[in-house]
Nanobody
Framework: QVQLVESGGGLVQAGGSLRLSCVAS????????MGWFRQGSGKEREFVAA????????DYADSVKGRFTITRDNAKNTVYLQMNSLKLEDTAVYYC???????????????????WGQGTQVTVSS
């Protein structure tokens, strides 16, 4: 498994921006496909974005497409989530996760990931 630590969450007004970071250690990061999920209060954990090990493939939930961007820096063992035009409904705890296999498949399902960070709270206010 890989150890993951998220940071960058906070309180932001609607329409604002935040950038989340997730630093990895343990497994060779450059071989890890990574994802971001979020979980709002009383809701199930949902897929936000994913990126393949070398960054060549990126995918997004429809709800964030065009507003969020996932990137990675393998030299820094870090994956990022740039969030722009934030909405009230983006309020949630955001988690980064490492896909359990080296093929970039089934990245929308939480059970496809075997390592999770502790989460970082993002609160969007009106």
């Amino acid at each position: 498994q890989v150890q993951l630590v998220e940071s960058g969450g906070g309180l932001v007004q609607a329409g604002g921006s935040l950038r989340l970071s997730c630093v990895a250690s343990g497994r060779t990061f450059s071989r890890c496909n990574m994802g971001w999920f979020r979980q709002g209060s009383g809701k199930e954990r949902e897929f936000v974005a994913a990126i393949s090990s070398r960054g060549g493939s990126r995918d997004y939930a429809d709800s964030v497409k065009g507003r969020f961007t996932i990137t990675r820096d393998n030299a820094k063992n870090t994956v990022y989530l740039q969030m722009n035009s934030l909405k009230l409904e983006d309020t949630a705890v955001y988690y980064c996760a490492a896909l359990r296999w080296e093929n970039y498949i089934n990245y929308i399902r939480p059970e496809s990931y075997d390592s999770w960070g502790q989460g970082t709270q993002v609160t969007v206010s009106s």
